[in-house]
């Protein structure tokens, strides 16, 4: 049990610091060059890690370098949505090796998924990955899933009625779990350097949805519903939701709310935002919805918040407005130092959908 314990600290090490040497090992896992030596033989058998290079020395011989060995198992992240297909290959450093993205409409029917089918040959073709190194396919979607990740039990927005994860596991020849996009998006965004508190990651995309992070792993409630923060109620009735009530915060903050003044395309409003006043009046009005709402989830939870999503992704030259308003809003005079902006800003839904097999992989070493 010891020698298991050893191999895995030091392919941790590792995964988490490429090109170390056995000194850098011995030096910062207190471990003897004995055990270092063994664990590294048995990492190479097994092709976890290999030699990646040579770390000159200023006095005598070169000490070897070793990473862990990207390529030897990958995973697919897809991110669906009611008009497009996102689709990532990551590789077993949880790193971006290709991504597409498609314009499709979202239909609960044999030929849509015969293109996912097709999407996934594309990019495992195009990277020479085989199928049989791909661990499994996150899929993650604007609804609510189940505990176990296979079955989509609330879906209004695709309009689904019943999804399971062996329907599409037929056609796409992979295993597959499917997650909610707000839940794999803040777990994406988090997985790398954990908060020690609970952490609110709100993220503003296509539709608007939460995750409540508690120690880094996905509080989902006693109904599968924490975080749906698209849904509480910002204006007294506003505008008709798809939920079937008015005023919800995901009519206001969705990112279409601000990219159907340019065709669909966000880039486009963002970049044009500085120099249009229309657009200013537009995305003046967009802020103070999503103050009400950020001061809304602070009152509740007290904890930081990340922005992400779509347009958390652009909010960069915008976040000191956005705190200026949230300290005025504030009832107790907190400072709003808890907003964050993501550090995933390339699709992290399906990177976030992509990451748990890699991470139960390294897991299981």
């Given at each position: 049990?010891r020698?298991?314990?050893?191999?895995?600290?030091?392919?941790?090490?590792?995964?988490?610091?490429?090109?170390?040497?056995?000194?850098?090992?011995?030096?910062?896992?207190?471990?003897?060059?004995?055990?270092?030596?063994?664990?590294?033989?048995?990492?190479?058998?097994?092709?976890?890690?290999?030699?990646?290079?040579?770390?000159?020395?200023?006095?005598?011989?070169?000490?070897?370098?070793?990473?862990?060995?990207?390529?030897?198992?990958?995973?697919?992240?897809?991110?669906?949505?009611?008009?497009?297909?996102?689709?990532?290959?990551?590789?077993?450093?949880s790193?971006?090796?290709?991504?597409?993205?498609?314009?499709?409409?979202?239909?609960?029917?044999?030929?849509?998924?015969?293109?996912?089918?097709?999407?996934?040959?594309?990019?495992?073709?195009?990277?020479?990955?085989?199928?049989?190194?791909?661990?499994?396919?996150?899929?993650?979607?604007?609804?609510?899933?189940?505990?176990t990740?296979?079955?989509?039990?609330?879906?209004?927005?695709?309009g689904?009625?019943?999804?399971?994860?062996?329907?599409?596991?037929?056609?796409?020849?992979l295993?597959?779990?499917?997650?909610?996009d707000?839940?794999?998006?803040?777990?994406?965004?988090?997985w790398?350097?954990?908060?020690?508190?609970?952490?609110?990651?709100?993220?503003?995309?296509?539709?608007?949805?939460?995750?409540?992070?508690?120690?880094?792993?996905?509080?989902?409630?006693?109904?599968?519903?924490?975080?749906?923060?698209?849904?509480?109620r910002?204006?007294?009735?506003?505008?008709?939701?798809?939920?079937?009530?008015?005023?919800?915060?995901?009519?206001?903050?969705?990112?279409k709310?601000?990219s159907?003044?340019?065709?669909?395309?966000?880039?486009?409003?963002?970049?044009?935002?500085?120099?249009?006043?229309?657009?200013?009046?537009?995305?003046?009005?967009?802020?103070?919805?999503?103050?009400?709402?950020?001061?809304?989830?602070?009152?509740?939870?007290?904890?930081?918040?990340?922005?992400?999503?779509?347009?958390?992704?652009?909010?960069?030259?915008?976040?000191?407005?956005?705190q200026?308003k949230?300290?005025?809003?504030?009832?107790?005079?907190d400072?709003?130092d808890?907003?964050?902006?993501?550090?995933?800003?390339?699709?992290?839904?399906?990177?976030g959908?992509?990451?748990?097999?890699?991470?139960?992989?390294?897991?299981?070493?």
């Amino acid at each position: 049990m010891r020698k298991n314990s050893n191999k895995k600290e030091v392919f941790n090490y590792i995964y988490s610091n490429p090109g170390t040497t056995k000194q850098a090992l011995q030096m910062n896992l207190n471990l003897s060059l004995p055990t270092i030596n063994s664990c590294i033989s048995q990492l190479m058998d097994d092709n976890l890690i290999i030699h990646s290079g040579m770390e000159k020395n200023t006095g005598g011989r070169n000490s070897k370098e070793y990473s862990i060995n990207q390529q030897l198992r990958y995973s697919i992240g897809i991110d669906i949505t009611k008009n497009h297909i996102s689709l990532v290959l990551i590789n077993l450093s949880s790193e971006i090796v290709d991504y597409i993205r498609v314009k499709k409409k979202f239909s609960n029917t044999e030929s849509y998924f015969i293109q996912l089918r097709e999407l996934i040959k594309t990019i495992l073709e195009k990277n020479k990955v085989e199928l049989n190194n791909v661990l499994e396919c996150g899929i993650g979607l604007p609804a609510l899933t189940n505990i176990t990740n296979d079955k989509v039990v609330y879906g209004e927005i695709l309009g689904i009625k019943s999804l399971e994860v062996k329907e599409i596991e037929n056609y796409l020849g992979l295993p597959c779990k499917l997650y909610n996009d707000a839940n794999a998006a803040g777990f994406g965004e988090t997985w790398n350097y954990p908060p020690t508190n609970t952490t609110f990651y709100l993220m503003l995309s296509n539709n608007v949805g939460g995750c409540v992070l508690s120690h880094g792993e996905p509080y989902y409630g006693n109904t599968l519903k924490s975080g749906e923060v698209g849904h509480l109620r910002l204006h007294s009735d506003g505008k008709q939701c798809y939920c079937g009530q008015r005023g919800c915060v995901d009519q206001y903050l969705a990112s279409k709310q601000l990219s159907r003044f340019t065709d669909g395309n966000l880039e486009v409003f963002f970049d044009e935002l500085p120099e249009n006043q229309e657009f200013r009046t537009i995305f003046d009005a967009y802020v103070i919805d999503l103050v009400e709402t950020l001061n809304a989830i602070r009152m509740v939870l007290d904890c930081d918040i990340i922005l992400g999503g779509y347009v958390g992704s652009h909010l960069e030259p915008y976040l000191h407005t956005i705190q200026e308003k949230l300290d005025r809003r504030n009832s107790f005079g907190d400072k709003s130092d808890y907003i964050f902006l993501c550090n995933q800003r390339k699709e992290s839904i399906a990177v976030g959908a992509a990451l748990p097999s890699i991470l139960s992989f390294i897991e299981e070493i």
